[in-house]
């Protein structure tokens, strides 16, 4: 029988090491888009691309200080704000599901963080009275709202009968 000569690896320590690292950015990127880190970066940029409506139903959801709200898919607005990243569906809910259920959306935290800053609150410009502000968006934004929660205690306000 013929020797044979061992088989070359083609894999080693250095390919290793490449793909560990090309890994670790992939998935800080994917964490970074998740968690709205590159939109929470570059809002100054992305505010003025928002329409006025887009703008003013982020700034309810700041001024009520929910940031996760509950409303049908089939709404352009937020379509809108999804497609822009403002909004992201819950993982794992599937486009069907979301064309005929009420699906919650979640602004992403480090852009809620950013909008709540000093900073991010001057987006909002030309509104002195917030009370007033609030009071005029959530008679605007109320029919197209489901539930409202806050992230942090779990409890969903409902919409009046």
Same mark, same amino acid.
């Given at each position: 029988? =013929?020797?044979?000569?061992?088989?070359?690896?083609?894999?080693d320590a250095s390919k290793r090491v490449a793909y560990e690292d090309? /890994?670790?950015?992939? /998935?800080?990127?994917? $964490?970074?888009?998740?968690?709205g880190r590159d939109l929470a970066e570059t809002l100054d940029a992305q505010w003025p691309l928002l329409t006025e409506e887009e703008a003013a139903f982020?700034?309810?959801? $700041?001024?009520?200080? @929910?940031? !996760?709200?509950?409303?049908?898919d089939a709404d352009p607005l937020i379509n809108g704000l999804v497609k822009r990243g403002f909004?992201? #569906? #819950? #993982?794992g809910v599937g486009a069907l599901?979301?064309?005929? *259920?009420?699906?919650?959306?979640? $602004?992403p935290i480090a852009l809620w963080n950013a909008l709540n800053t000093p900073d991010g609150r001057r987006l909002f410009s030309g /509104? *002195?009275?917030?009370?007033?502000?609030? =009071?005029?968006?959530?008679e605007r934004f109320a029919d @197209? !709202?489901? =539930?409202?929660?806050?992230?942090?205690?779990?409890?969903v306000e409902l919409p009046p009968l």
């Open positions: 029988m =013929a020797q044979t000569k061992p088989r070359k690896s083609l894999w090309q /890994h670790k950015q992939a /998935h800080d990127a994917l $964490v970074d888009q998740r968690e982020v700034e309810f959801l $700041v001024l009520t200080e @929910r940031r !996760i709200v509950m409303t049908p909004l992201k #569906p #819950p #993982p599901f979301q064309r005929y *259920n009420q699906t919650t959306y979640t $602004v /509104h *002195n009275n917030t009370q007033a502000r609030h =009071a005029e968006l959530k @197209r !709202i489901g =539930a409202m929660m806050h992230n942090e205690t779990g409890f």
